[in-house]
């Protein structure tokens, strides 16, 4: 970001010329990161984490209204807890951090960072657990996680990041998958409510799915560049970790059982794929329900009517303060056109601009981020446009988004079209599979790309011959190459 106050903010690298530049130029340039010292690991700055906290605001209340409370649970988890679950440690033991000190003296035992919390939350479950009276056990925490990553790309994959993770008990295999799909429902509404990204959503194959998981659940959306970003997930543990924690419950017919498990989350990766679904050469565009400013107000000052303007700059921001994030840029020493610039390329869905013009006329000049239409408003219509408007921009980017993926999104049951499609178009691919693990890692290994997610209406079919194999009976998927 230039910060002389005497350049305009410098354009970013084209989106089409180089995606991934494109998307590094915007997240530093908006100032919602910057680069730690530690390798894969990034310092959120206030607007990138005022985005975070709008995303966290939101979904928190929906979790809520689930049944679900929030608890904490402890950052460092003793290795040999994780080494419980074999499916479990081999998942993620290339991406594990270890603490082999404390202070001065070499630990007993080392401690694992956490790279998810399955491992300490059970054994604390197991000993909470004692009755059927005790489920649904019903727990949801908010934290940072530590994954090794080879590949790091701010948001999307750090070595350290945000998320939420939903950890549930139930007494019967039917209630876990009961509250796993509903998970995976509240995820995909507040994806597209509130952050306005179309998803499919749909069942994970078995090579896909989560370390130690019985079935893993997804949504699935496509970024501007034709590539597809894992959202979030929901798994059914089934009894999995309960048996190797000892989760065990005295039910109502006076039997010990092994209890059912589940675990969904998602991570600030959310903030990538806003960024990546709806910017473009100009900057960000941020849809308002999670905007950190939702309207600024760009005062045009004359020397005559300064103090007339700015007066009545401010008393307009509070008068909407307690219903919309409403910002006023003031700033004297930038210049009216480096602010809607600026304003601009951070993604501010609204921007009203105030001189004496506009004064004199009895209203304001507003200008949409999302389709840069200009208009005059006249103050008295302010109350009831100015919400309509958000609400509009809102409905607008979900829509552009929808439009983007469908025009993206090809059904092939051709091997060598669906080998075009992945290195020319890229987008999602619909095509036969015949459930074999050999035709999946054959594919990907021809084309680098994976299968998203099963399709919950998918069904085999007799004519559907298997993209890779032939085989008949095959049932359709969705392939991408992905993030």
Known sequence: MVTNGKDFVKEVTPRDEDFSQWYLDLVLK????????????????????????????????????????????????PESLLQKEADHVEGFAPEVALVTHGGDEKLTERLVVRPTSEAIICSMYARWIQSYRDLPLLINQWCNVVRWEKSTRPFLRTSEFLWQEGHTVHSTEEEAEEEALKMLGVYKEFAETELAIPVISGLKTESEKFAGALRTYTIEALMADGRALQ??????????????????????????????????????????????????????????????????????????????????????????????????????EYSAGWKFNEWEMKGVPLRLEVGPRDLSQGGVTAVRRDTGEKFFINEKELPKRLPAL????????????????????????????????????????????????????????????????????AEPSEDALC?????????????????
């Open 30 to 77: 908006t100032e919602m990161m910057d680069y730690a010292p530690v390798r894969g690991c990034m310092a959120i700055r206030p607007y990138g984490y005022a985005i975070w906290e709008n995303i966290q605001q939101l979904l928190d209340k929906r979790i809520k209204a689930t049944g679900h409370k929030n608890a904490y649970f402890p950052l460092f988890i």
């Open 231 to 332: 959202a979030g997930t929901s798994h059914n543990l089934g009894q999995h970790f309960s048996r190797v924690f000892d989760i065990q419950f005295l039910d109502k017919d006076k039997q010990l059982k092994y209890a059912w498990q589940t675990s969904w989350g998602v991570s600030s990766r959310l903030i990538g794929a806003i960024i990546m679904v709806h910017g473009d050469d100009r900057g960000l565009k941020l849809p308002p329900r999670v905007a950190p400013v939702q309207v600024v107000v760009v005062p045009i000052i004359t020397k005559k009517q300064r103090k007339e303007v700015l007066e009545r700059v401010r008393e307009f921001a509070d008068e909407f303060s307690g219903e919309i994030r409403i910002e006023v840029d003031d700033r004297e």
């Open 390 to 457: 958000l609400d509009d921009i809102q409905s607008n980017l979900f829509k552009q988004a929808l439009e983007f993926r469908e025009k993206n999104t090809y059904s092939v049951d051709d091997y060598e079209k669906f080998k075009d499609i992945v290195q020319e178009k890229r987008g999602f691919i619909l095509s036969p599979w015949c459930g074999d693990p050999g035709c999946e890692e054959g594919i990907k290994n021809d084309t680098k790309a994976t299968i998203r997610c099963i399709p919950f209406a």
């Open 467 to 483: 993209l890779f194999c032939g085989q008949k009976n095959s049932k359709p998927v969705y392939f991408a190459r992905a993030y």
